[in-house]
């Protein structure tokens, strides 16, 4: 079952980067956007999260994989500190 989910969300992966893709290629339309961004959430959630049998490209393909969600996850954060006031690492000191 776990293989299943590998392929499944290296599918959608290449799916939504295609659609990142379009986006440049074709002109920006919120929908094909929407979809990226959808597909590269449910990534994170379908790869399977047990860790017995895996080799250093099963690894490497998981952070390649789930790469684009942490970059979200990591730009939403930053948003949130910089909103709330604390210290967002940007260092701009006038």
């Known amino acids: 079952m776990n293989e299943f989910r590998v ?3 290296v599918v959608i992966f290449f799916i939504s980067t295609y659609l990142v893709f ?4 074709n002109g920006f339309d919120w929908i ?10 449910l ?3 379908i790869w ?10 099963y ?11 942490r970059t979200m ?5 930053l948003l949130g500190r910089i909103v709330r006031g ?3 690492d940007i260092g701009i000191d006038l």
Request: charge should be negative; hydrophobic fraction near 55%; avoid cysteine.
């Open 22 to 25: 379009d986006l440049f290629a």
């Open 59 to 69: 690894d490497l393909l998981e952070y390649v994989v789930d790469l684009p969600f």
């Open 86 to 88: 604390s210290d967002g």
């Open 43 to 45: 990534i994170h959630y």
């Open 32 to 41: 094909v956007l929407v979809f990226a961004l959808v597909g590269y959430i």
């Open 73 to 77: 996850a990591y730009m939403i954060r």
């Open 7 to 9: 392929f499944l969300a």
């Open 48 to 57: 399977p999260k047990d860790k017995e049998s895996e080799s250093v490209w």
